[in-house]
C-alpha cells in the first residue's frame, strides 16, 4: 500500500488483435506506441493454430525483443501484448504478462490494465479455497475466478468472475479460439477498438496503437462491456449495465499520448484548452511562456496563445536520457533531472518566464526545473500547473496509493511557492479541468474521475478503505 511514490507512474498498455496473419509483429508495432505507459516489462503472447505461445522480459520493448528470433517463433494470425509499468504486486518477471494459463482443456493468456480494489480479499478467500498464486499481482485472480465459475459457457464463465472483481481494469483474455476485452464499469482506463485493412481486429489501450498499425477506428470500449472476437467477428455484450463513466481524469492531463483520442476527445486539444483556461484563470505579467518537455508542451502554447504571450523553448529534453522517477535515490533522482532537461541562457535569461507544468506530485522536479532556469539567468519564474494540487492516492491503477510525498497533501500553496522556489504559483480548477476535457455526458464530474483532486472516489475502496481513512485521519491531526 504505502509504496514510495518515485513520480506518476503510469499504469500499462495492452495490444490485442484477431485475424491477421502478422499478428505478433503487429502487436509489437502497436506496443511500441503504448510504451510511454510502462517500461518495465513487455510481453507477446502469439495464436497459431489454437496453440498459445509467449515471449517477456524486463525492460523496454526493444530490449526484450532484441533478438529477432523472440519475434520470429510467435507465429499466429491472433496475439496480446502488454508493456508493464507496476501498480501493484511486484517488479518480477512473474508479473510480466501477458500471464499465461495451461490448463488440461484449454489455454489462456491474460493482459490486464488497472489495478483492482477488492484483490486482497478475493486473493484471501481463494488461497482459503486451494488457488495456488504464481505471480504478486493482483491481474492473476480473475483467471481463478472464471475457472471456479460453475456457469456452462466461457462466455458466462468470463461475465460471472468480472461481476465479481473491482475498481480499474481494461482485460485482454486470449483462448484457443477467441479473444476478450473487458472495461470495468466507469471505464477509469481507456481501451478502443479498430479495424485493419484485412478485416482483423485490434483492441488496445489507446488510438495512436491503432494508427500505428494502420488500423481505423471503430469505437471506444464502453464500461461494463465484454466484447468477443473471433472468426465470425465482433460481439458486443455487456456483463454488467450498473455503469457510469469515470475516465481518469490523468489519462487527458498526463499520461496518454497526445496524438490519441479518448472517447472522442484529441489529447493535445484537451491540453492546449487545459493551458488556455489557464491563462483565464492564473493570469501573469511576464515576458515568455515556457512548457516542460514533453507532457505539458501542449497546455503551455494554449497559455500563450490565450494569454497573447510568446511561447519559447526555454527548456530543451535529452532524449537519450532515463525516466527520473525510475531512479532508486532522491539524489539520483535530481541528478537525474539535469540529464534530461537544460534551461537555454539565450531564451531564458533576463526574462520573466511563466513555467506550464501539468500536475505536481513530490515537487523534487518541479524545484530542480525552476533552479535550472534561474541559474540560466531567468529575472524570475511563476508556475502554473495545468491541473488543481494532487492531494490524494489512486487506487485503479497508478502509483499513488499513500499521500504521505504528495506535496500539496502536505502544504499549502504559499508553503509550496516557497518551497519550490518560484515567485508565485497557480494550479487549474477542477472546473477547468472539465470544461477543457468537455465530455458530452450527464455522468458527475463531466465523466471524469477527479478523486486525485477532491477525493471523490467513483468506487467504493473495499481492501484499500480501512488504512485510506486511518491516513487522512492522521492528516488532519497535522
Known amino acids: 500500500m504505502s509504496t514510495e511514490i518515485k513520480s506518476l507512474n503510469e499504469e500499462c498498455g495492452v495490444f490485442g488483435v484477431w485475424g491477421t496473419p502478422d499478428a505478433a509483429n503487429l502487436t509489437y508495432f502497436g506496443l511500441h506506441a503504448l510504451q510511454h505507459r510502462g517500461q518495465e516489462g513487455a510481453g507477446i503472447t502469439a495464436n497459431n493454430a489454437g496453440n498459445l505461445s509467449s515471449e517477456r522480459g524486463l525492460g523496454l520493448l526493444a530490449d526484450v525483443f532484441r533478438d529477432p528470433r523472440r519475434l520470429e517463433r510467435l507465429q499466429g494470425t491472433a496475439a496480446v501484448g502488454h508493456v508493464r509499468y507496476a501498480t501493484a504486486g511486484n517488479h518480477g518477471l512473474e508479473n510480466i504478462q501477458p500471464l499465461e494459463f495451461n490448463f488440461s482443456d484449454a489455454q489462456f493468456a491474460l493482459a490486464h490494465n488497472g489495478n483492482l480494489t477488492n484483490a486482497m480479499t478475493l486473493r484471501g478467500d481463494l488461497e482459503k479455497a486451494g488457488a495456488i498464486f504464481h505471480a504478486s499481482s493482483d491481474s492473476e485472480i480473475l483467471m481463478h475466478l472464471i475457472r471456479r465459475s460453475q456457469a456452462p459457457t466461457l462466455q458466462e464463465q468470463v461475465k460471472a468472475a468480472l461481476q465479481e472483481i473491482h475498481g480499474g481494469f481494461a482485460y485482454l483474455l486470449l483462448t484457443n479460439d477467441r479473444l476478450f476485452a473487458a472495461l470495468d ?37 464502453q464500461p461494463g462491456e465484454l466484447l468477443t472476437i473471433d472468426d465470425s467477428g465482433l460481439k458486443i455484450d455487456h456483463y454488467t449495465t450498473e455503469t457510469q463513466l469515470a475516465i481518469c481524469s490523468m489519462e487527458y492531463i498526463y499520461f496518454a499520448r497526445p496524438d490519441s483520442n479518448i472517447y472522442g476527445v484529441n489529447v493535445h486539444s484537451a491540453r492546449k484548452r487545459m493551458g488556455a483556461q489557464l491563462a483565464k484563470e492564473q493570469p501573469v505579467d511576464a515576458d515568455i511562456v515556457v512548457g516542460v518537455p514533453n507532457s505539458s508542451l501542449s497546455a503551455a502554447s494554449g497559455y500563450a496563445e490565450a494569454s497573447g504571450l510568446p511561447y519559447e523553448m526555454g527548456l530543451i529534453k535529452n532524449q537519450y536520457s532515463a525516466r527520473t522517477f525510475i531512479q532508486p535515490t532522491q539524489e539520483l533522482r535530481e541528478r537525474g533531472v539535469r540529464m534530461k532537461l537544460s534551461a537555454v541562457k539565450g531564451v531564458v535569461a533576463g526574462q520573466r518566464v511563466i513555467l506550464i507544468d501539468d500536475s ?5 522536479t518541479s524545484r530542480q526545473i525552476v533552479k535550472l532556469l534561474k541559474d540560466a539567468g531567468a529575472k524570475s519564474v511563476h508556475l502554473r500547473i495545468a491541473s488543481p494540487p494532487l492531494k490524494y492516492p489512486c487506487f485503479y491503477g497508478i502509483d499513488i496509493q499513500t499521500t504521505k510525498e504528495l506535496i500539496a497533501a502536505q502544504e499549502s500553496i504559499a508553503e509550496m511557492r516557497q518551497s519550490l522556489g518560484v515567485d508565485s504559483l497557480g494550479f487549474l480548477s477542477e472546473q477547468g479541468v472539465i470544461d477543457a476535457v468537455g465530455l458530452r455526458t450527464s455522468a458527475p464530474y463531466g465523466g471524469l474521475c477527479m478523486a486525485y483532486f477532491n477525493g471523490d472516489y467513483p468506487t467504493p475502496l473495499y481492501d484499500y478503505q480501512a488504512e485510506y481513512d486511518e491516513e487522512i485521519r492522521q492528516a488532519k491531526r497535522q
Open 185 to 221: 464499469p466507469n471505464g477509469l482506463r481507456p481501451l478502443v477498438v479498430g479495424e485493419l485493412p484485412t478485416g482483423g481486429i485490434v483492441v488496445c489501450s489507446e488510438t495512436c496503437a491503432l494508427d500505428a498499425v494502420g488500423a481505423t477506428f471503430i469505437r471506444d470500449v
Open 360 to 364: 505536481i506530485v513530490r515537487g523534487t
